[in-house]
């Protein structure tokens, strides 16, 4: 009787690699996003926040208080607020129940007050009762995050910072400029694909566009001036 051969083990496939090819940031080439950007400062050589505010201080508070709400909601309550107090300590005097009743026709404004006072108190107690001008330093206060700490820096310390919001996610991905699953992938690929003569202002550029032409349900691309370098294959007319 022939005795039965033990069948040869099969060759393990080598594991493969993971692809080290980094994925584009841009979906346009470098002269359209030359074009693009100069487009925009041509129609708005001077952009500035829609915010109202007189310092780092005041700014930080009306970006705290602007999410899910819109800056003239937000300034009309800041209004009220910063008539009494424009200052950290003016805020800790007011008191939670007194900023909550100045800024009551916010969304979540009973979490909004509770930051104001806190963020407040941090900034006297652990930054000499100025704004400190680090990210790192800003996302410490309660009630900012990378997106405020990125507007606060761009709009009072004019750092080339660019914070990326629903108009400006809406806007990078239609156009190709900068295309990501989320806020923060964005932002990377804005900060590598914005030339560095445009970066200062480009959060500007980008978020009143996005607000005022790039809307959401039916962008207004016939009176766009970045129509020409913009991807977005649905145009209206």
Known sequence: MTQRQPAKPKPIAAARKPSTRRKRATKL?????????SKLKASNPEPETELEYTDPYTLVVAVA?????????????????????DTPQKMVD??????????????LFRNK??????????????FGGEVPQTREELELLPGVGRKTANVVLNTAFGQPT???????????NRTGLAPGKDVREVEDNLERVVPDAFKRDAHHWLILH??????????ACN???IREECLFKDKTA
């Open 94 to 107: 007011l008191g939670e129940d007194g900023i909550r009743e100045r800024i009551k026709s916010l969304g």
């Open 113 to 126: 007050a509770k930051n104001v006072l806190a963020l407040s108190q941090m900034i006297l107690a652990d």
């Open 29 to 37: 080439k470098r002269d359209a996003i030359l074009s693009m950007f």
């Open 210 to 219: 996005g607000r005022y032409i790039c809307k959401a349900r039916k962008p």
């Open 223 to 225: 009176r766009c001036v």
């Open 162 to 172: 660019i914070a990326v919001d629903t108009h400006i996610f809406r806007v990078s």
């Open 65 to 85: 208080l602007s999410a899910q709400a819109t800056d003239t909601g937000v300034n009309k309550a800041t209004r009220v607020l910063f008539a009494d107090a």
